[in-house]
């Protein structure tokens, strides 16, 4: 019997880069995907929206 390597839609998601983003109010991080960018995001700190420019690609994932 074999084991599954990978979680169910790991194929869709393997080319996804993760984001940290600073809140331009607060400074709070914030993890974002790389396939979440058309979306809101809000501080969870302040909840101030998010500024994209403020984003650094976090190198761990």
Known sequence: MSTPQHCP?????????????????????????????????TCAKCGKPIDFTQCTLDGGA
């Open 9 to 41: 839609g790991y194929q869709t998601f393997k080319t996804l880069k993760s984001f940290i983003c600073k809140c331009p109010e607060c400074g709070e991080s914030k993890e974002i995907f790389s396939d979440e960018f058309n979306k809101d995001h």
